[in-house]
């Protein structure tokens, strides 16, 4: 049985005012430990000495640089989508500009060089400073660095306290890409049971307090947990304060670090009313900025949050742009490994990010604007969930999300089609030849068949399986639908043709 | 001692006409098992059928993407750098752009979506056009995939082909991140000797002839070799086609997979003249795309080249924008790393680079653009070279660079400087205690402290040391010079100040 870990904060002088340092998770580290500082930076504060003839930096001289100037027109102000004003930006080049200037100006000459592993430095200010404003994190030595998405930064986060054999543990049903991530680096995936509300207290500390007596004591206990506490994909689950209270009480038992995987944090909306009492049904009724429920990272008094955060599902996709904000011990070796891959994020896409962000838009810009995109989102999410409970009522069951993407539905099949496959985690390991050909087909493949033949395509939740071998989980009655891309009018239509296909397979009928 | 290693080619059906397809190489994958396509994408084609009612997108809508397009001014044909004169591009939006527009359209509606993780496919038509036309791989069954630059290339081919504990040969001297990037996936380094024209394929046979008898059998012999064949980092040396041809019978012999890493490629400039003679002084001398030397890709008829290009040193290192080709063996899984890494470079980076290099440029443009850029370089050079042999002579020998950025100097210390760290490899590990206090402290560390003294600024050699422990070459008499970024203006007091540095070191007394 495992035990409750102590873990020793390093000695400081603590005031009432400062928040103390993140405690020492050194022992927690991993593969970080491959990742050193290349010799050649230990040089680099040589090269700015005053009167220094510099002959020593492979650069190539901004002369060169084929894009003299950058303008993009953007979103200026709220209103509704179809009819947004646009505004337009721009970004010089400024060749004579300064390296004082670097950290002001947001300039060509600059952003198209290569620079720092940790992102330009106006982008690194701007995160950094947003993330105080939102986040707060209660620990004194964080810091942010940028990233090229939360799929790149969560392979650096398992790369830093991950080693071949470890385990990282996972809701039962997760994002599919962070399974072949974990798996990329030959760590092990360790699933703990959920609800509407994601990952349940007790089935972690269950997870951990008996994991030696389960898998023996040759199978290290799990040191890193995976959560995407916010519209989840794709239980489409928002984990409320106190689930994360809890969760972080556990992580704090346990001695885990906590990989905080956020993409969908700023697209929270205002709550599901039924459409006849519906009275929130305006952008100011969403939360903008100052709305959002708090992160772990916000209750992270440890530093034993690594919060992964990205522009993808607010600006763009493309933009290929994010942060890590996290404890200074983890942040060198974060820095080490983007020497040693993508080096920062591109320059143009941190730019064009930057100079709206910070100038075009500034806080209350950005606020504005998020209310406006969480402002589709719901109606969206409204749109689809009356129609889901008109046409599923009866056939299935589902939570109303309040963040993200998703609704994951749970069909009402009848119980014997659901055999031998019984939901939780099945394995048909232990079955004789005899008894798997005598067994009925898995009933989701079916399902998707079905799907196919009526032309409507939901993802079936085996898809989404927190383990390696997710044909284990096929039988799991769970379908994932997105109301995020598709177009609104094609919703009522889709549903009308998921009822007739639940209906072939007797969903419902008790 | 190591054999001479037989590949079978699969069978398949030649024509005179046809290129034969790339010899089967899944014997040498290592880390790449641990990669495979996230099944949710079995489902993709099913989501395109006909009349297909679509649930299953995650995708933000493109409607809530904030830019709406986006321009630059970029360098209309050739000119002197200083007077180029400037043209506008822009990307439209596009928002009614369908599917089939993708593969002609340079749209944000597209680029600023998530993708292919291959590229935007505009991106990849472009670079698998110019990959034809410049290197025309003579097997049949290659192809590209867009990359964040070469760093990252480099890793994902290094978590290809090695596992921890293979070894990847390299040159002698060599870029930094490529040993720090071997080491990250604890990959050992294996030097070879080198001259003014790159890798020595004698000694390459040797150490890989003597692999077993000098490492013993515990130790894989090595399967991958790192190359900068054109303009070489530190040591300038570009390698002629007669060394390329003679180290690609090496891998053919000991069935190495050839990590081609050519960013100073398009950085190839015309011969060095003596300032009295020069009559090549204007960009037509200058190779542009056409005159350019052939790549070991271009030799490639095994498919045993894994090529990286980068836009970096052309057009701008912040687009951290480049592609890798190599055979359709391996594409997948350098695909599959992209899925649980980066996904594919920013968008708004290939949108640029594309519409400039297709519809702005075109070939023909692009050349005109090299040629100008390769004559700036071209008198970078000349004007270094000038001034080095002015100030230099009888000081430190060197060679010529016909690529890149970088002259690699080797002062001409007195003998007994050097002791007792002889050049070439030497270990201090046999040297008793007392051995170790009675030695002089090594040379360069005190070259460095007097250049920096002196105000100039070169790396020395033991920076680039092709090793892990780069220390056990502290000795050796290199040093880099970079003439690629510093004002022209401050070459001649740099290198003043560097004779003066290496006379007070006795360099040049017989």
């Known amino acids: 049985m495992a035990e409750t870990v102590e873990v020793k904060r390093p000695k400081t002088t603590v005031t009432p005012d400062e928040p103390r340092k993140a405690l020492d998770f050194s022992n927690l580290l991993g593969d970080a430990k491959r990742r050193t500082q290349t010799p050649i930076k230990s040089l680099y504060n040589l090269f700015f000495l005053p009167g220094m003839l510099n002959l020593s930096a492979g650069l190539p001289h901004p002369s060169t640089f084929a894009f003299r100037s950058l303008s993009a027109s953007v979103p200026d102000g709220p209103s509704s989508p179809s009819s947004r004003p646009l505004t337009s930006m ?41 993330t105080q404003e939102i986040h707060a994190p209660p620990y004194a030595d964080w810091d942010v660095i940028g990233t090229v998405g939360n799929t790149d930064a969560l392979s650096k986060a398992i790369g830093l306290i991950g080693s071949p054999g470890d385990t990282m543990l996972v809701d ?28 349940l207290p007790d089935a972690l500390d269950q997870v951990l307090t008996n994991w030696t007596s389960t898998y023996g004591p040759d199978r290290p206990v799990p040191k890193m947990i995976y959560l995407v506490p916010t519209g989840q994909n794709p239980t489409g689950a928002t984990m409320p304060l106190e689930r994360r209270r809890a969760i972080y009480a556990q992580a704090q038992k346990h001695n885990l670090i906590i990989f905080e995987d956020d993409p969908y944090y700023y697209l929270q909306y205002a709550d599901y009313q039924s459409p006849e009492t519906r009275d929130n049904d305006h952008p100011d009724a969403q939360p903008g900025l100052s709305g959002l429920l708090p992160s772990f990272l916000s209750l992270d008094v440890d530093g034993r949050v690594i919060r992964m955060d990205s522009f993808s599902k607010i600006l763009a996709p493309g933009s290929r742009t994010g942060w890590i904000t996290a404890s200074k011990q983890f942040l060198p070796y974060i820095e080490f490994h983007n020497e040693t891959t993508v080096q920062q994020p591109s320059g143009l ?3 064009l990010l930057t100079e709206l962000l910070t100038n075009v838009w500034s806080h209350k810009g950005w ?13 969206r999410r ?28 749970r069909p009402r099949f009848p119980q014997a089609l659901l055999a031998p496959y019984p939901d939780p985690a099945p394995s048909s390991k232990g079955q004789s ?47 994932r639908a ?28 008790e």
Chains 1, 2 share one sequence.
């Open 482 to 509: 997105a109301f995020s891309f598709t177009k609104p009018e094609e919703f009522e239509p889709a549903l009308q043709r998921l009822a007739g296909v639940l209906r072939q397979f007797d969903c419902g009928i």
């Open 433 to 479: 030849e005899a008894e798997a050909a005598a067994s009925p087909k898995p009933i989701m493949p079916q399902v998707l068949d079905a799907m196919v033949e009526a032309r409507v395509m939901l993802i079936p939740g085996y898809f989404f399986a927190g383990q390696i071998d997710r044909t284990e989980r096929v039988n799991a009655p769970y379908l």
């Open 90 to 130: 721009s970004i010089p080049f400024l060749p004579s500009a300064d390296s004082d200037a670097i950290n002001k100006t947001i300039a060509l000459t600059h952003s198209l060089q290569y620079g720092t592993t940790r992102g330009i430095p106006a982008y690194q200010a701007f995160v950094r400073q947003h």
């Open 172 to 199: 039962e049903w997760t994002y599919p890409a962070a399974v072949d991530t974990a798996q990329s680096h030959d760590v092990r995936l360790g699933p703990v049971s959920m609800d509407e509300q994601g990952m």
């Open 349 to 351: 896409s941190q730019a």
């Open 367 to 379: 606020s504005d604007y998020l209310k406006q995109l969480q402002f589709d989102y719901f109606r």
């Open 382 to 409: 409204n749109l689809f969930v009356d129609l889901v409970h008109r046409y599923l009522d009866g056939l299935a069951d589902y939570v109303v999300p309040e963040a993200g993407m998703f609704v994951w539905l």
